[in-house]
T-cell receptor, first 117, second 113 residues
């Protein structure tokens, strides 16, 4: 079974530039998550989709971050414009079902390491 | 509010030593799940174990064992006879009424040969 795919693996940009990350979850997984992991910290949830609807984006800085999951499969996370403090690893995860069900394990992708100069 | 505390920032041991990673959590949910993940240098989070709040039985899987104590809100992880390949950052995490995972700050384990 293929795992969660993410691209690119690394990205270096200058502040005020824009950047986008892509995630392809495990086939059949209804729920998709984007996490931000700043160096030395644990991952923090940015946004959770169930199919193509948003169920939790309470910690997404909506003035600069946006995410979409068209057709309930792939997802993109965009930052525009980037700030120095956005330097982090962005992790995508997926699970079979979501809220309201007995717990399903989240499977994580390899992450995209973003450096903002 | 939910919170996970991993007080140990970094632990160094010599191969074959036993090591325990501490995790203390806070939640008001009556039903919750606790997790341990391993993050090797490659960066990918690897799931190790899930435990629900109604199951306080300790679990052993090979060299790994977990001690869950609701009375002290702790979910500690022990590696017996550590190996160099165990070197990684280990995260404890909590999930309550939603699927949202709340992670601790992680413990970096270095196992020296």
């Amino acid at each position: 079974e293929a795992g969660v795919a993410q691209s690119p693996r690394y990205k270096i940009i200058e502040k005020r530039q824009s950047v986008a990350f892509w995630c392809n979850p495990i086939s059949g997984h209804a729920t998709l998550y984007w996490y931000q992991q700043i160096l030395g910290q644990g991952p923090k949830l940015l946004i959770q989709f169930q199919n193509n609807g948003v169920v939790d984006d309470s910690q997404l800085p909506k003035d600069r971050f946006s995410a979409e999951r068209l057709k309930g499969v792939d997802s993109t996370l965009k930052i525009q414009p980037a700030k120095l403090e956005d330097s982090a690893v962005y992790l995508c995860a997926s699970s079979l079902v979501g809220r309201g069900s007995s717990y399903n394990e989240q499977f994580f992708g390899p992450g995209t390491r973003l450096t903002v100069l | 509010a939910q919170k996970v505390t991993q007080a140990q920032t970094e632990i160094s041991v010599v191969e074959k030593e036993d090591v325990t990673l501490d995790c203390v959590y806070e939640t008001r949910d009556t039903t919750y799940y606790l997790f341990w993940y391993k993050q090797p240098p490659s960066g990918e989070l690897v799931f190790l174990i899930r435990r629900n709040s109604f199951d306080e039985q300790n679990e052993i899987s090979g060299r790994y064992s977990w001690n869950f104590q609701k009375s002290t809100s702790s979910f500690n992880f022990t590696i017996t006879a550590s190996q160099v390949v165990d070197s990684a950052v280990y995260f404890c995490a909590l999930s309550g009424d939603t699927d949202k995972l709340i992670f601790g700050t992680g413990t970096r384990l270095q196992v020296f040969p």
